[in-house]
């Protein structure tokens, strides 16, 4: 699936957005399996409480299903306004 | 309703007219307008303004549709900007109007509250220094969205 990153999470895994082959059946399940690839996720995903995620551009929460999801996005949370 | 997610500037005073323009059965509108403020200390020469291209003009949308259906309000206008932005440029604003004031009113304060914390934009400031500093979040405005 299309992960995304937005600000500092983009600055820290250092690409805005990769293509992820996962058999992760939940949002948390797909953390874990970033975290076990390199320093710089798990860094990124060092503190959850810190963290928003989007399934299908839709805000989710890191219990959430990723069945049928096509795209993820992790990021801080919003400062609009 | 419109909304628009934009890289350029856009003025105050041509937007706020064409709102009123388009509104002329309104008994009230109400204007707020969010412009890029000094750093406390100083120094702040820009404002990075990130967004998430795929999720904003939807998010937005339904933040101001559900002012429609909350409030009785006729029309809402929603600007929100992005990109690299001077100190003294607007950012955002939006627009609401209504019969009367207390929607009015309400409303574009139930815009702007949704609008910080549940838009995805991402706010750095770029310092004289050239120090770079995401702009956290802070808990009142999540928690300004309890009394909705």
Avoid: C
């Avoid at chain 1, 500092?8 to 996962?22: A, F, Q």
């Avoid at chain 2, 939006?94 to 910080?116: C, G, I, N, P, Q």
């Amino acid at each position: 699936m299309e992960v995304l990153y937005f600000a500092w999470v983009r600055e820290r895994i250092g690409v805005p957005r990769e293509w992820v082959e996962t058999s992760a059946t939940t949002v948390a399940a797909l953390v874990e399996e970033l975290r076990a690839r390199e320093d710089r996720y798990a860094a990124a995903f060092a503190d959850l409480s810190a963290l928003r995620v989007a399934l299908d551009q839709e805000l989710s929460d890191f219990d959430a299903s990723l069945d049928g999801v096509r795209e993820v996005a992790f990021f801080p949370p919003m400062t609009g306004g | 309703m419109r909304v628009s997610v934009q890289g350029e500037r856009f003025e105050l005073g041509l937007e706020a007219e064409a709102f009123a323009q388009a509104n002329t059965s309104a008994g009230a509108i109400v204007t707020f307008t969010g412009i890029v403020r000094q750093a406390d200390q100083g120094g702040l020469v820009a404002m990075e303004i990130e967004h998430y291209p795929g999720m904003t003009r939807k998010a937005l949308t339904e933040i101001a549709q559900t002012a429609l259906e909350r409030w009785s309000l006729g029309d809402a206008l929603v600007i929100h900007r992005y990109g690299r932005l001077a100190p003294g440029e607007l950012i955002m604003m939006v627009a609401t109007a209504a019969r009367h004031r207390k929607d009015a009113f309400e409303a574009a304060e139930y815009l702007m509250d949704y609008l910080k914390s549940r838009a995805p934009f991402w706010k750095k400031e770029v310092l004289a220094d050239g120090a770079e500093n995401w702009v956290a979040s802070k808990a009142e405005d999540e928690d300004a969205l309890s009394r909705w």
